[in-house]
T-cell receptor, first 116, second 113 residues
Framework: AQKITQTQPGMFVQEKEAVTLDCTYD???????LFWYKQPSSGEMIFLIY??????QNATEGRYSLNFQKARKSANLVISASQLGDSAMYFC?????????????FGAGTQVVVTP | EAGVAQSPRYKIIEKRQSVAFWCNPI?????LYWYQQILGQGPKLLIQ????????DSQLPKDRFSAERLKGVDSTLKIQPAKLEDSAVYLC???????????FGDGTRLSIL
């Protein structure tokens, strides 16, 4: 069964606007971590932000914030004030606590194109 | 600090040939991962090392894929013989611990003709 679902295959957003990328997850483990990665066309995966299942507050890192709704099992990424350099694939990933070795399970990704 | 280094950046081979990829993780990172990313999909874990021991290779096609991490530092992933469906980007990642974020290399883009 798919553990991470990203329902938006692609999005266009205008420069300086905010964009929300959806991510829902499926786990019965009470302890888990959620990650967002950015993958530009050059191919490298860049770590953006992390949210632990027990964290009381939503994670923020600069222009990135994570809208964590535990009851709904969603972990949406919000990018504020989009820049042209934000154009990339964005992947949501989960690490389950019972997996003591930290394996990440990735969603299919959302392609973001920022337009001038 | 230097990032995860991978080589080659691109590789084109014919089916049934063999190929090898190399990865040097961030200095001091004990955990090393190899992922396969097929076009249009998210990365899928192939194998994970903790120091020089394998801790997860459940999704590695062991009839054709092999990997080693001698001395617990750099690692090599090999495919022999390659099939058309092996066309993908092979990503190496490392982390300082299993609960820490993984840092990825630029990947090797493999095309099978």
């Amino acid at each position: 069964a798919q553990k991470i679902t990203q329902t938006q295959p692609g999005m266009f957003v205008q420069e300086k606007e905010a964009v929300t990328l959806d991510c829902t997850y499926d786990t019965s483990d009470p302890s888990y971590g959620l990650f967002w990665y950015k993958q530009p066309s050059s191919g490298e995966m860049i770590f953006l932000i992390y949210q632990g299942s027990y964290d009381q507050q939503n994670a923020t890192e600069g222009r990135y914030s994570l809208n964590f709704q535990k009851a709904r099992k969603s972990a949406n990424l919000v990018i504020s004030a989009s820049q042209l350099g934000d154009s990339a694939m964005y992947f949501c990933a989960m690490r389950e606590g019972t997996d003591s070795w930290g394996k990440l399970q990735f969603g299919a990704g959302t392609q973001v194109v920022v337009t001038p | 600090e230097a990032g995860v280094a991978q080589s080659p950046r691109y590789k084109i081979i014919e089916k049934r040939q063999s190929v090898a990829f190399w990865c040097n993780p961030i200095s001091g990172h004990a955990t090393l991962y190899w992922y396969q990313q097929i076009l249009g999909q998210g990365p899928k874990l192939l194998i994970q090392f903790q120091n020089n021991g394998v801790v997860d290779d459940s999704q590695l096609p062991k009839d054709r894929f092999s990997a080693e991490r001698l001395k617990g530092v750099d690692s090599t992933l090999k495919i022999q013989p390659a099939k058309l469906e092996d066309s993908a980007v092979y990503l190496c990642a490392s982390s300082s611990g299993t609960v820490q974020p993984q840092h990825f290399g630029d990947g090797t883009r493999l095309s099978i003709l």
